[in-house]
């Protein structure tokens, strides 16, 4: 008599405490800062009356901060884009509320389409999301005809953004 699950669970799972991990205040791992912006993009009250359009610059607001990481809100107007850039020490979730945005890398990742050149170009949706390590170097442009606005969550807190020169095509080298 097998069926999918020969495991069986008799009485309240709820009631045998030593099996429940205690809720976490704040995101300790990185599966828990990505779901902390995906909660957070899907409970549009929170960030949708702050958004506003800047045609001259992107807009940005720090959401929240915890301990050790914070939140930041931007937007972006069609042709807007935050030039070729690493997060210096931070590590960073970027995930797309509204609209679309392009990230392009200065190297090749087998999930992207590449050029001739080694470039990594990706589109992001509404609920696309990213996870970058310290030192990924990237940028992230609105090449749409509608402005987009994405959520980034930084662990640590974003002290540094440094920025990079594109480079040549005969400047990259195969990975």
Do not use: K
Not at 46 to 69: C, F, I, K, N
Request: glycine content about 8%.
């Amino acid at each position: 008599m097998n069926s999918d699950s020969d495991l069986q669970i008799a009485g309240d799972i709820l009631a045998v405490q030593h099996l429940l991990q205690p809720a976490r205040e704040h995101p300790a791992t990185v599966a828990e800062f990505a779901g902390l912006a995906r909660s957070i993009a899907a409970d549009r009250a929170q960030w949708e009356h702050l958004v506003r359009y800047d045609a001259t610059s992107r807009w940005y607001h720090r959401l929240r901060t915890g301990p050790g990481y914070e939140i930041w809100l931007l937007s972006w107007v069609p042709g807007q884009g935050s030039g070729l850039h690493d997060h210096g020490r931070s590590s960073g979730v970027l995930t797309v509320l509204d609209g679309e945005l392009t990230e392009r890398t200065d190297r090749t990742d087998r999930t992207d389409r590449t050029d001739r050149s080694g470039r990594g170009e990706r589109s992001l949706t509404a609920g696309a999301q990213r996870v970058f390590a310290p030192g990924y170097v990237h940028e992230v442009v609105n090449d749409s005809l509608e402005p987009a606005v994405s959520l980034h969550v930084y662990y640590p807190g974003l002290t540094e953004m440094p920025m990079h020169a594109a480079r040549c095509a005969q400047d990259v080298v195969p990975v």
